[in-house]
């Protein structure tokens, strides 16, 4: 049995129900895509994934992973606020045991990434999630549809954040090129132009993006207690509210002795930007096991970034996608807000008439897409962060 959904430019392909149950075994027969670096891309079940997540993360997830009704599971599409979420969810989830305050708090020393591991990523890599306590806090990019039935029946709670897809697009092709380069592959090739027409098509890592968020927002309307749908633009205007939101959903909620001590706000301080980016650990460190600097994780987590470096026409052609794939049913950004701390302008792409582009790199070469590289990149690729 199969329903449709669609890709970016709206061609229908079929979705099965049921994940196929030997998917690492039709790997090689998928629908291939290599221009989007360093991965070789597969088309699954309506999304594009990378080879190497289909060839291990995902079935062994499929057939062995054991949730827990007490479980919460962080998900979004990749460059969406995936980090910021997991420093969030983190922080709340544990405050008991880790006092935001504390200096020997695990986000003072640690990446959100390896507080929060990836269900697809760690678990197929030899990762093991039976040790954990409960609560556990998970996260993956897997869409809705893909996700274990064991997971989506057992009770488990899923948090979903979305964002802008013209600011997903512009930190995805930001992070790709830094990725590429330190992971040694040429993508000088790969323009802000090139990402943009595959982004449009939905080819690139996990997309289509709409058809991601969508299925999540339906999901979220049809089960509230257990599907929580938030959105990055929004969270950057009050995040505290978001967080007591996220909170009471995950049921964790902050008593009102907590929001009186300040615990609230100090928790979304632990979590911001720029405390993140200050410490010791992201402005030198590197990822575990990878060897990728921390601070390829981390950018400017704005909203509107996009007016820098896409021209209004690509940015009209988007809006247009994104409003013929939703009819109005959910608005994924803000009208242009008042300029502040948490707040950035956010500007819509028909209110812009002239902007400089970002200088690009005109050389032309085509990057290698090898087995042994791909398994290095893996986990940087899943690690998203705005």
């Given at each position: 049995?199969?329903?449709?959904?669609?890709?970016?430019?709206?061609?229908?392909?079929p979705?099965?129900?049921t994940?196929?149950?030997?998917?690492?075994?039709?790997v090689?027969?998928?629908?291939?895509?290599?221009?989007?670096?360093?991965?070789?891309?597969?088309?699954?079940?309506?999304?594009?994934?990378?080879?190497?997540?289909?060839?291990a993360?995902?079935?062994?997830?499929l057939?062995?992973?054991?949730?827990?009704?007490?479980d919460?599971?962080?998900?979004?599409?990749?460059?969406?606020?995936?980090?910021?979420?997991?420093?969030?969810?983190f922080?709340?989830?544990?405050r008991?045991?880790?006092?935001?305050?504390?200096?020997?708090?695990?986000?003072?020393?640690?990446?959100?990434?390896d507080?929060?591991r990836f269900l697809?990523?760690?678990?197929g890599?030899?990762?093991?999630?039976e040790?954990?306590?409960?609560?556990?806090?998970?996260?993956?990019?897997?869409?809705?549809h893909?996700?274990?039935?064991s997971?989506?029946?057992?009770g488990?709670?899923?948090?979903?954040?979305?964002r802008?897809?013209?600011?997903?697009?512009?930190?995805?092709?930001l992070f790709?090129?830094?990725?590429?380069?330190a992971?040694?592959?040429?993508?000088?090739?790969?323009?802000?132009?090139?990402?943009?027409e595959?982004?449009?098509?939905?080819?690139?890592?996990?997309?289509?993006q709409?058809?991601?968020v969508?299925?999540?927002?339906?999901?979220?309307?049809?089960?509230?207690?257990?599907?929580?749908?938030?959105?990055?633009e929004?969270?950057?205007?009050?995040?505290e509210?978001?967080?007591?939101?996220?909170?009471?959903?995950?049921?964790?909620?902050?008593?009102?002795?907590?929001?009186?001590?300040?615990?609230?706000?100090?928790?979304?301080?632990?979590?911001?930007?720029?405390?993140?980016?200050?410490?010791?650990?992201?402005?030198?460190g590197s990822?575990?096991?990878?060897?990728?600097?921390n601070?390829?994780?981390?950018?400017?987590?704005?909203?509107?970034d996009?007016?820098?470096?896409?021209?209004?026409?690509?940015?009209?052609?988007?809006?247009k996608?994104?409003?013929d794939?939703?009819?109005?049913?959910?608005?994924?950004?803000n009208?242009?807000?008042?300029?502040?701390?948490?707040?950035?302008?956010?500007?819509?792409?028909?209110a812009i008439?002239?902007?400089?582009?970002t200088s690009r790199?005109?050389?032309?070469?085509?990057?290698?897409h090898?087995a042994?590289?791909?398994e290095?990149?893996?986990?940087?690729?899943?690690?998203s962060?705005?």
């Amino acid at each position: 049995m199969a329903s449709e959904h669609h890709t970016q430019e709206g061609v229908a392909v079929p979705v099965p129900t049921t994940p196929h149950a030997d998917v690492a075994g039709i790997v090689p027969s998928l629908p291939l895509e290599t221009r989007w670096p360093p991965f070789t891309l597969r088309q699954y079940a309506g999304f594009w994934m990378r080879e190497v997540t289909l060839k291990a993360g995902f079935p062994a997830v499929l057939s062995t992973f054991k949730p827990r009704p007490t479980d919460v599971v962080l998900v979004s599409f990749p460059k969406s606020g995936t980090t910021w979420l997991k420093a969030l969810a983190f922080a709340a989830l544990k405050r008991s045991f880790h006092p935001p305050a504390s200096g020997d708090h695990p986000l003072r020393h640690c990446s959100p990434h390896d507080c929060v591991r990836f269900l697809n990523i760690d678990f197929g890599t030899g990762e093991e999630f039976e040790a954990l306590p409960s609560p556990r806090l998970l996260a993956t990019h897997l869409p809705y549809h893909l996700l274990p039935e064991s997971i989506t029946s057992a009770g488990c709670r899923v948090v979903y954040i979305c964002r802008d897809p013209k600011d997903t697009l512009v930190s995805f092709w930001l992070f790709t090129k830094k990725i590429s380069q330190a992971v040694g592959v040429d993508a000088s090739s790969f323009t802000i132009q090139v990402a943009f027409e595959l982004f449009c098509q939905g080819r690139c890592p996990g997309g289509p993006q709409l058809q991601h968020v969508l299925r999540y927002w339906e999901e979220s309307l049809k089960r509230p207690d257990r599907v929580l749908f938030l959105k990055y633009e929004e969270m950057l205007l009050d995040p505290e509210s978001h967080l007591r939101k996220m909170a009471e959903f995950m049921g964790y909620g902050f008593s009102a002795e907590e929001g009186e001590s300040g615990m609230v706000s100090a928790i979304v301080e632990l979590c911001s930007l720029g405390k993140t980016k200050n410490m010791e650990m992201n402005r030198n460190g590197s990822a575990n096991r990878l060897g990728i600097k921390n601070e390829t994780f981390l950018r400017k987590g704005v909203a509107g970034d996009w007016s820098n470096h896409m021209t209004p026409e690509m940015a009209e052609r988007l809006d247009k996608i994104v409003e013929d794939a939703l009819q109005g049913q959910l608005k994924l950004a803000n009208e242009p807000s008042r300029a502040g701390l948490l707040a950035p302008n956010v500007l819509t792409s028909r209110a812009i008439t002239s902007r400089a582009i970002t200088s690009r790199a005109s050389s032309t070469s085509s990057p290698t897409h090898e087995a042994r590289r791909d398994e290095t990149c893996l986990a940087i690729y899943s690690a998203s962060m705005p």
